[in-house]
């Protein structure tokens, strides 16, 4: 299941329907069904970035379905397009998530992308 959360320091003026539509960006880039994808937002944060400009920070679970290096791109995109973040404001972190057989799920940092796409392996 593929999960969203964005925090951002902008304010959203109609919360369901970017939910809606972040939903659907994220089905698109997993090939999951928007059905299982889940989303939030934290809009209009007290959030510090080298200084109070608007600013976003999502950060993107998945088991399986991440690609980083295809995903920063369309979703930055989409962040700058709606809420009118400048790229460089946007931040990224995505997290996959592995099933291992009787022993639960483990959690790997997969790649952080910052301003641009520009990115570091962790």
Known sequence: MPYINVSTSAKVNDKGKLLEEISILISS??????????AKID?????YFDNETPSCFLEIKSIGS????????PISDF?????GIPLDR???SFRMSQLHCGHGMEEHLVKNFFRYGAYEDK
């Open 90 to 92: 946007i931040y990224i």
């Open 43 to 47: 809009d209009n944060c007290q959030m």
């Open 79 to 83: 962040v700058h397009e709606k809420m």
């Open 66 to 73: 991440l690609n980083p290096s295809e995903m920063a791109k």
């Open 29 to 38: 880039l997993t090939n999951k069904s928007k059905r299982f994808v889940m």
